[in-house]
């Protein structure tokens, strides 16, 4: 699931966020940064991860940081954006972290740097270093059709079948998805909220919404199906569940502590947590009324399920967790170096940026934008500085102002891009 998907792409959004880049706060300046390949177990603890800052920036540093947020708050405003959790990790500054806003409506307390939240599409770059671990491993040829490694999967969906891993993790399959046809339905049907959705039903939904089309053609299209096949593929070539090959293989090695891939009818979150909201624009959008019904402003979504988003999306973590794995270069850390590279090489993404094995590109950061109902979350590296930015909003759509903010944190490096004003 992802806030970068042409529903939330919204003019009235672009134009809030827009507004932002004009306000004139810049964070002038960006510090310089001074293999495991098996996958069928937990890699050892010499894992690749970039150093953090230890020390606190100084005054000087984070306040324009801490004025640019206050900005953003006050533009969006509290019902677009309940609250913003950010992480700012610069080499030869130091550690930024502050939230903003309200954690919690109903109970009126403040958001806090501690709170876990869902991290909708930032889960595709854990399912991506695991693909890409097996095959460095030699489990899995990236350019073999898929029935090779997962005969169940394309005994059941033949046409799936035919693609390659790596055309699933470059977003170049030319499937269609299900994410539309899935939350628009939700006010007609509540129940679809407490539903644990399984993978079939997800790529049954995609396939009846829309045409299996060309691959590999550009620019990439993005479509959280392919992740959902992705998932079922290390599950059938592993033999054990994908949530816990990268429970194994990824959050248990490197300490992420507040890092869960939960199973599809687990709808808690791991206190403490920002409970997560509907803002006015997905329902003046008609993000979750396509099908009929209606829905309020400000529902209260922490409890429904984050099952819909599967491989795509189902995760949920902590600012200081994401900023941990971002260090990692999101798993391209525990790859080999030819991985890595094939990993970083990038197509045109039909929505912002480019999108490489897993990743997106957004000038010289790496990492994902990430949206599902209640949250939108951003996790980018810059592999030439060092530098780590991570925010978390506790509504769904607020993924251009956090564009707008990194742009304005280091500009010229971000270009505010909606396939809505195209």
Known sequence: MNAECAHTWNRQMYRLAAGLALSGLVLVGCGQSTEDPGASSPPSAAVSVSPLPADE??????????ELAEAVMAEIGEAEMPSLILGVWEPGKGTYRA?????????????????????GSITKTFVATTVLRLAADGQLDLDEPISTYAPDLAGQYP??????????????????????????????????TQKAWTSTELIDVALDSGEVTQADAEPASYINTNYVVLGDMVSEVTGTPVGDVVTEQLITPLGLDRTRYPAADDTSLVAPFTRGYVPPSQVTAGDFTAEGGTIEPGTDVTDWTASWGGAAGIMDSTLDDLAVWASSDFGSGLLPADLVEQRNETTPLDQVGEYGLGLQQLGPWQGHLGGIPGWSTLAMRNPDTGAVVVM???????TLAHLALLQQLYPDTVELYSAAES
């Not at 978390?392 to 759509?397: K, L, Q, Y």
């Open 392 to 398: 978390a909003t506790n509504a769904e759509g607020a």
């Open 159 to 192: 046409e799936i079948g035919e693609r390659t891993p790596r055309q699933l993790l470059a977003m170049r399959s030319g499937l269609p998805d299900f994410e539309a046809a899935v939350v628009g339905g939700i006010a007609a049907d509540p129940e679809r």
């Open 57 to 66: 920036m100084a005054a000087a540093d984070a306040q324009p940081i801490d």
């Open 99 to 119: 939230a903003y806003g309200v954690g919690d409506r109903e109970g009126d307390v403040a958001a806090s740097v501690d709170d876990a939240f869902r991290v």
